[in-house]
């Protein structure tokens, strides 16, 4: 692994605090994560009197709350089945081109229940599908946790990793 | 959801016992799963005398004490990084169909960390791929679980699954 750059990832959730076993996984891949990067968990909550039953109206709350904790130096990665899908190795690649090209911040954004504001979506550098699949959104940050150890991992040759 | 038999399904995995948050995690789910059908965890282990050095003679081990527990009725989903891609909504139809034409136990099995032998293939009804990512034998576990439970909500039209 070449580092031109000491990158911090941050993962970033719309939604409820961890369950206590996504918790603990979490936890588990973090520490491994650790000796590489520094890694964190930022759970994003709408205060409960501006939720409403209007789905476009949340989502665009949910929206202008990740908008306004932006800074214009985070590399934003957004979550989203509609997005590019890649392996292990591609998503490898990536970070090393983001780590190469002196990305400071890495932003991985897990939108909410009914998908992010299109403003999100224009701000993103990449939108990545994890899987054809619908994930529920603490198992996604479990994923994503996991994926960022898996791509050190690659990096580093180490063996975790079987291609 | 119309069920017409009563199906049990068993998750196969080759490897070691649960990490303890996958067991919490898993054990979160089976109990989701369980007014719908009985599910388990079938943790498959080769004692350590028999394993070896030698990738290939490993997964030829692992493949004959998969073959020798398989019951002729056994309807087999091999998950392999080179199967079929589903969105859940499909995979929740796959589950349906399954159900109709009376399956009476789907064993999904989850290969070892280095593929499953090629009578092991040959023996599959389906061979899914979650994702283009690789993911642990665990966590894939934990992923099954909640894609068991996703698939009967959406076969009952409960709001875990948001399309």
């Known amino acids: ?12 959730s719309v939604g409820k605090a961890n369950d206590a076993f996504i918790e603990e996984g979490m936890n588990y891949f973090f520490q491994k994560i650790k000796p590489n990067c520094e890694v964190t968990l930022v759970v994003l909550t709408a205060s409960k009197k501006d939720i409403s039953s209007d789905v476009n109206r949340n989502k665009q709350l949910e929206g202008e709350m990740v908008l306004k904790r932006l800074k214009p130096n985070h590399y934003l990665i957004l ?40 403003d999100v979506k224009q701000r993103a550098q990449h939108t990545w599908s994890l899987s054809a699949l619908v994930f529920p959104h603490q198992l996604v940050r479990l994923i994503v946790s996991e994926q960022v150890y898996r791509a050190f991992s690659i990096l580093n040759n180490s063996p975790y990793h079987h291609s």
Do not use: Y
């Open 1 to 12: 692994m070449h580092t031109e750059t000491i990158m911090q990832i941050e993962i970033w």
């Open 79 to 118: 979550l989203d089945e509609k997005g590019k899908m890649l392996t292990s190795p591609q998503w490898a690649s990536q970070m090393q081109q983001m780590m190469n090209t002196g990305v400071k911040t890495l932003v991985i954004l897990i939108g909410g229940a009914f998908g992010v504001s299109d």
